[in-house]
């Protein structure tokens, strides 16, 4: 049984259909990215199953209960917990105190026991203290514990997102972007981190726009236009597309991609550095299209396996097609 399965969901806003029947489940344990152009619906997908935005129609079950319209907390003390695209939280609060916030079961409770000073609850909050700590630490927050959420930069604010959610001890953690604007290193240090916590049992769904990323993901998820267009590994995805790619390499490869974007049979040109990838769905119709400038003894010509930042381009030229109002 998925621990989340979403059938036919629906949300319109003013008219507009922003989630067209949605069928998409996460299994137990693993990581899968949700990927795909902006606008696509992924914030409001995240929003909708957080309980934030309730859906016109359509089921969600979460670890076997139905969850379509519950109130927030009702779903992340049911064990799901989201971050949010552009940080939140309560400004004047340090980082300290965000993280035991939301590591808190019964905020005001927990509180109220350790202030009361019986030791059982002393005694827990020194274990969420510890907790904090460790969030803290594997999140590069520490130096700052004391400061203010205002007094973070952009990145840092984005880390703390990921430290409240963490904190809550979720089964499945919904990450929107959440390494936007983060430094490699720091988003480096974040990838270790999630695949240690989906070893600890934690079931992670992420949107990113980075594909290095998503080929960090056990599974990819593809949403154009409120509707799931593909899924399954990153290989499999590739294979799926069916897609050709050349590259070129050589001393101005780079700059046929003007000369080639929007020749027959080629759906995608783009230079990356010095070298060239040219796609399309048919060899041939894209062997035609190169041909003219195949007989440069400086530029070398080779066929290679698509990336999936070029697949991802590829279904975004062809989903176009089923755009509303297209
Ligand atoms: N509260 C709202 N009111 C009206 N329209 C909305 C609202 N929330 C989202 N939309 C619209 O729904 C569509 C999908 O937005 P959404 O934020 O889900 O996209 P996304 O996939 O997260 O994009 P991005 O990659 O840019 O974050 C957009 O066209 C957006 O304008
Ligand atoms: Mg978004």
Not at 139 to 164: F, H
Request: charged residues 20%; proline residues 6%.
């Amino acid at each position: 049984m998925p621990l989340l399965e979403l059938k036919n969901l629906r949300r319109a806003f003013y008219g507009l259909e922003v989630l067209r029947g949605v069928d998409f489940s996460v299994a137990a344990g693993g990581i899968t990215g949700l990927i795909g152009p902006n606008g696509a619906g992924k914030t409001t997908l995240f929003n909708v199953v957080s309980g934030l935005v309730p859906p016109d129609g359509g089921s969600i079950r979460f670890d076997g209960r139905e969850i379509a319209g519950a109130a927030p907390d009702v779903v992340s003390r049911a064990g799901l917990v989201r971050t949010f695209q552009v940080a939140r939280g309560f400004p004047k609060l340090s980082v300290f105190q965000h993280l035991m916030l939301y590591g808190r079961d019964q905020p005001g409770e927990s509180l109220w026991q350790a202030i009361m000073g019986t030791r059982a609850a002393r005694d827990r909050e020194a274990a969420l203290a510890e907790r904090a700590w460790e969030t803290a630490r594997f999140l590069r927050l520490d130096a700052l514990i004391d400061n203010p959420a205002t007094a973070l930069s952009g990145g840092q604010k984005k880390l703390l997102e990921i430290g409240r959610a963490l904190m809550a001890e979720p089964r499945l953690v919904l990450l929107d972007e959440p390494t936007a604007g983060v430094d490699p290193k720091a988003r480096r240090a974040f990838w270790d981190e999630i695949h240690a916590y989906a070893a600890q049992g934690i079931t992670v769904l992420v949107s990113t726009h980075y594909m290095d990323e998503a080929e960090r993901c056990h599974e990819i998820a593809y949403i154009a236009y409120g509707e799931l267009m593909a899924r399954g590994t990153a290989l499999e995805i590739i294979r799926q597309s069916g897609l050709i790619a050349f590259i070129a390499t050589g001393p101005g490869a780079d700059r046929l991609a003007v000369k080639l974007r929007d020749a027959p049979g080629v759906t995608a040109a783009a230079a990356f550095g010095a070298t060239l990838h040219v796609c399309g769905p048919d060899r041939e119709a894209l062997k035609q299209a190169i041909e003219p400038y195949g007989h440069d003894p400086t530029i070398v010509w080779q066929e290679a396996a698509p990336t999936l930042e070029d697949i991802f381009i590829h279904l975004m030229g062809t989903a176009r097609d089923n755009a509303p109002g297209a």
